[in-house]
């Protein structure tokens, strides 16, 4: 009942930016938090950043103070600074939704080289 679509990934230098994009439609209305997640090979997917519909924002302490989430009317955007190696990985969107629904998107690669 919610669908989400990533866009905006790909190879960046050392030092470099990036922004992906989330594009969320179906019953957006449901939606209370919205996330980045991210898995590199062989690890836990790990929370990014997450926002909530009541406005608070939380960050991952290996993302904190270089990465951004932001929502723009039904996209979900993450800004990525100053990316590092160590930031490659699948990234994800997700939606928290009323009735205890998780929803995610398909996974879009960003690859971060020396």
């Known amino acids: 009942q919610v669908q989400l679509v990533e866009s905006g990934g790909g190879l960046v230098q050392f030092g470099g930016s990036l922004r992906l994009s989330c594009a969320a439609s179906g019953r957006i209305f449901s939606i209370y938090v919205l996330n980045w997640y991210r898995q590199a090979p062989g690890n836990e997917r790990e929370l990014v950043a997450s926002m909530s519909r009541g406005g608070s924002y939380n960050y991952g302490d290996s993302v904190m103070g270089r990465f951004t989430i932001s929502v723009n009317i039904s996209h979900i955007d993450l800004q990525m600074n100053n990316l590092k190696p160590e930031d490659t990985a699948v990234y994800y969107c997700?939606?928290?939704?009323?009735?205890?629904?998780?929803?995610w998107g398909q996974g879009i690669q960003v690859t971060v080289s020396s």
């Open positions: 997700s939606a928290f939704a009323n009735a205890q629904e998780h929803y």
